[in-house]
């Protein structure tokens, strides 16, 4: 039998999960104990120091290691527990070589019997050696009991409230969740878009701050919402309840990777008011110029396309140009009051959303009474008094069957739609209109870049610039709007 012996270690201080000591000592002693290795005596010590010079159980360990012929290994958890540099871990190497004996870590899956794990070891003892102070890691091995019985590990989770460990679930949040899952899966909506409506609504995260597309992103990947507990890359089944289906979530990750695959769209409307902007010189349209990072500037399209000799680049500064020609936009709509067209056009909106959920729901509600009034038939006939009339029982199971899958497909769908229409309903009307109406400031810088330029191109027929002989005299001289209501229409179900 091997003789082996063992270190733990703990870094005293602020860890809240402080049973790593006893975890690391379950796991070498179930280990020991699957390979049929006595397990001689286990050093265990508390504190932080870095050097190993500074542990005196680790000198003991050290000592009597390299003193008795008959122990071969000495275990540790993690190879971090044993050393936190690299020189020490290195010297230890070459300490054991010389007498021939062995190491093992169980974590980094080091045995140095093999002749290949000198890799393994010299990358584990950077890895530690680069581990900051007081990281997880020391709280690794409680934290991983946690989440190996399922349950929540910390942090804040949308759509739940942690109560002494576990997750609750909080309704409204719930709906929250279920509603981005919904719009991304059943209407393709992106991250963008879902993110500014929860925002137009003054729905706000966990934190009390706006959604952002990572954000979005976050709660369509976490599998938390189908009851499960991550630890690290780990995944383990919940003591909590789901809110999303099974079948739901795999619908958004299916659509994930279909849409990871596709090329990244380049977003025309980063500059919104190509097109708009007149040459002074030309006269012909302006467009994207010749930007740093820093630096960015609408260009004369002639003096882009044909260079020099067709006209000056005549460069406008793209931030001075969009923040005038919003300002302007801003007291345009103003003057005419649009409030109350802007109210009845969202109402519309909303309203002939419903109606069309609605008519689908109508039309699986007659459906499902038809498959039932099916099934009904079917009995009737199964049971017929008439020979003749009768069906067999093959016939009447395959039909049976058949009538089932129907009937649970449209009562799926049903169910999916009920709830939209709930949720849409549910929606703050009011509180939506009025922000888009009093506001509308805040609402341009919600809405994507490519809306940003439709904003513009409804409302705005040209803009004329200053000729200016700099690029900072260069200034805005007139908007001519070219306003027609209904076009507002695309802009607020967009
Ligand atoms: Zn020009």
Known sequence: ???????????????KFNTSIENQIQVIKEYCAARGYQLVIIYSEEGSAKNVK???????????????????????????????????????WDKIKENNKYFISILDNINTIDPHSKDTYIFSALHAE???ENTLLRTTGGMEVKAAQGFFNGGIVFGYESVRGSLRIIPQEAAIVNFIYKKY????WGYKKIASELNIQCIKTKKGKDWTTTAIKTILESKIYIGYVKWRSTYTKGKHKAIISQDLWDKAQAIKSTKSIQPRKIHPGTYPLSGLLKCPQCGSVMVQGNSSQKYKYYQCNKNKSSGRSACSSNLIKKDYAEEYVLEAVLSHINTLNLSPLLQQITISNINSNLVSLKEEAKILKKALEKVEKKLIDLYKLFNAEDEDERISTETFT???KEAEKEKKRDQQRLNELNERITLQKDLNLSQNINFVVDDFKSFY???????????????????HITMGSTTKERKIKEIIYQFEPENMNTLLSA
């Open 1 to 15: 039998m091997k003789k082996v012996i063992a270190y733990v270690r703990i870094s005293t201080g602020k860890q």
């Open 54 to 92: 500074d542990r005196p159980e680790f000198i003991k360990m050290y000592n009597h290691f390299l003193a008795d012929p008959e122990i071969e290994y000495v275990i540790v958890y993690k190879l971090d527990r044993a050393f936190r540099k690299l020189l020490d871990s290195l010297y230890f």
């Open 130 to 132: 680069r581990e900051r």
């Open 185 to 188: 899966v059943y209407d393709n």
């Open 398 to 400: 395959l039909l049976v």
């Open 445 to 463: 810088q919600l809405i994507s870049d490519e809306d940003k330029k439709l904003l513009f191109h409804n409302l705005i027929k040209e803009i």
